[in-house]
């Protein structure tokens, strides 16, 4: 029982120092990322009244409470003025932006601070929900009205006076991006090198098709070269034998028929085998078994 116990206890524990340790993470991805001093005809709160203003920026990619931590324009002073709780207005967004007036006007809602900003007091500090630890702070330079002292780009360490305000959005969209068309056609307006470069990458393109092709078409080939010489090794070439005339079968016949039948020492008659021209058998020809008609003669008598 007691070890269940202590196992739930040191569980309890590991729970509360993660969750603990994950607000403190997002709480330090909050930037203060743009302040304005003199505000004469520039961002309204919710009351159409002008003032000074402080944006700050949630950098991290989950949403972020601002409850129970603080603002202040004094270091000697850190809880100067507390974000109250159970306000859903103080959840900044993953990437998004919270303004906070300083017009000393608190009745006005969460957003509006306790203390003012001018050319004396341009210091700022957010300080955590302890107290005592500095998210972020940053000291104002001496700024004309409608000026802003920004981060740019969003939540660097680099910062920048500026005239082009943007309270809740970011930095960077007063940036002029020019587009990698614009710059070519300011160093090409006739397009004469886009067309070089064009007909360069056609024929490039076409050199190096060719060279695939024909190295594909050289391997295939010799591959049936040496697939053909492995399927003729061990064959062997059938050899073309003579025609043997008819006649030279037939004479053989009959010699071999006569050796057989009269069997005697000397022989009565020598058979000559004449090789002819025409190399059929005349034998089973049966042009000598038809019946040849008679040539006509015409005798002519004289005339008594």
């Known amino acids: ?150 981060r740019m780009p969003d939540g660097s360490s680099n910062w920048e006076v500026s005239s082009f305000t943007t309270p809740k959005a970011t930095n960077e969209g007063r940036v002029e991006k020019t587009s990698a068309g614009e710059k070519f056609l300011k160093y090409d307006p006739i397009g004469a090198v886009m067309a070089i470069i064009a007909m360069m990458v056609v024929f490039t393109a076409l050199i190096v098709l060719y060279r695939i092709f024909r190295t594909i078409g050289k391997a295939n080939q010799k591959a049936v070269q040496r697939k053909t010489a492995k399927s003729n090794e061990g064959k062997i070439e059938p050899q073309v034998e003579e025609e043997v005339a008819g006649e030279v079968f037939a004479a053989i016949s009959a010699a071999l028929y006569m050796y057989e039948t009269e069997k005697h020492d000397q022989e009565s008659a020598i058979i000559t085998i004449q090789r002819v021209s025409k190399i059929y058998s005349p034998w089973s020809s049966k042009i000598y078994g038809l019946r040849q008609l008679p040539n006509r003669s015409i005798v002519h008598q004289p005339k008594k």
Not at 49 to 59: D, P, Y
Not at 105 to 123: I, M, V
């Open 1 to 150: 029982m007691m070890r269940k116990l202590k196992y739930y206890v040191v569980l309890a524990v590991g729970v509360f120092i993660s969750v603990n340790s994950l607000n403190a993470q997002s709480i330090n991805d909050l930037r203060i990322n743009e302040v304005m001093l003199f505000n004469t005809n520039n961002y309204t709160d919710n009351f159409g009244q002008r003032g000074a203003w402080i944006e700050i920026m949630n950098m991290g990619y989950n949403s972020v409470n601002l409850a129970n931590c603080y603002l202040t324009n004094d270091l000697n002073e850190p809880k100067k003025y507390k974000i109250p709780s159970g306000d859903p207005i103080s959840i900044i967004p993953l990437r998004q932006f919270i303004v906070f007036f300083a017009d000393n006007k608190t009745e006005h809602g969460t957003l509006h601070l306790n203390f003012t900003l001018d050319s004396t007091h341009r210091f700022i500090a957010l300080v955590s929900s302890n107290g005592s630890t500095i998210i972020d702070s940053v000291t104002v330079p001496v700024l004309a009205a409608n000026q802003v002292y920004n």
